[in-house]
């Protein structure tokens, strides 16, 4: 441990803070989930999406993903929500599933399927599981509105 006697006391009581907060984030989400969480602030973003989909959840949070298609795969994805740590980890995990899957696979993703690939999720925040998967599928919707498969019949 490195030696603390010149530390701000500031940055140590931050410092407890993040250790508490990673360690609440491995108790509900395991390691996966707090490594999707650490890492969504530093995605590539997406300055020009084709469809984005956004979807308010009755708790207040709202998840938003942006999809880049080419042909008819996903090529490239984003999110934002303005949830909690739940919601960034299920949007984080919607959208990389997304991400290469052809426009029929996106739309199945669901909440089981996000479950899954984080590993472990609670059960009183799954809704923003739930929430993120139907993101997915309202950029899909959006993408075919504005001129995907159905502006070309």
């Keep these: 441990m490195a030696d603390q006697t010149n530390a701000d006391p500031l940055d140590m009581i931050l410092d407890v803070f993040e ?3 990673a360690a609440d984030l491995i108790a509900q989400f395991g390691e996966k989930g707090l490594a999707i969480w650490r890492e969504a602030p530093n995605r590539p973003r997406l300055a020009e999406p084709t469809a984005v989909g956004t979807v308010k959840g009755s708790c207040g949070d709202t998840i938003a ?4 298609v080419a042909g008819e795969t996903i090529a490239r994805t984003d999110f934002d929500t303005d949830g909690c740590a739940a919601s960034q980890i299920a949007a984080a995990t919607a959208a990389a599933l997304a991400r290469g899957k ?5 739309v199945d993703i669901d909440e089981a399927a996000i479950v899954a690939a984080v590993g472990r ?3 009183d925040h799954r809704h923003c599981a739930y929430l993120a998967a139907a993101a997915v599928r309202e950029a899909v919707h959006r993408w075919m509105i504005a001129g995907g498969a159905l502006g070309k019949m």
Excluded: R, V
């Design 121 to 123: 999720f609670p059960d």
């Design 102 to 106: 052809n426009l029929d696979e996106a």
């Design 65 to 68: 993903i942006a999809i880049e």
């Design 19 to 21: 250790q508490e907060q």
